[in-house]
């Protein structure tokens, strides 16, 4: 079935680092491809999403290409700031709508 | 607009006791999720509606655990009866329903079973 990895747990980082958070999926269809992000106390917010193979999201200063090459979806970020501190989800929709969550990964970044 | 509204944002309950969680969707969206989610286990899907009807339910949660969809904009969670390994945060998200929409997400409920 389709699933999604995070191997990382938790990232810890300094301001102004790169940030590169790994994720990879598994699928026999075409599914977008999402990115949420999550601050202490709140709901997951939609951060990235692709819809086509080989396109990039980009949203505040947060990347992510779809490779379909590598079923990869990272998501980067070229320097983070300690207000990007968050769990980060990636995560996959089907066309029929059922959605893979991968196990989250928490970035902490010291100022 | 309006986002996904879920109250309480905070729910005490004792063992044993009933607890409803409620949750408003996206005006307009046909689809209605329920998650589970811990920091051992993650985001874990508890039901998902489609235009009101049942699609899924999670397993794991059948015995104890039933989500409704009243009306196509209103849901509840019912956990009957609550045990102390059911605290957790409880998040509801919606989506329109067409072909691979992201979800949208309440800010959730925090449970505490005593």
Redesign the interface.
Known sequence: GDSVTQKQGQVTLSEDDFLFINCTYSTTTY??L?W?VQYL??????LL?V?TANNKGISRGFEATYDKGTTSFHLQKASVQESDSAVY?C?L???N???F????TQLVVKP | DAGVTQTPRHEVAEKGQTIILKCEPVSGHNDLFWYRQTKIQGLELLSYFRSKSLMEDGGAFKDRFKAEMLNSSFSTLKIQPTEPKDSAVYLCASSPGTGGQAPLFGEGTRLSVL
């Open positions: 599914p977008t999402l949420y106390g709140q709901g997951p917010q939609l999403k819809t989800f995560a929709v089907e066309s709508n059922r959605i969550f991968g196990d989250g």
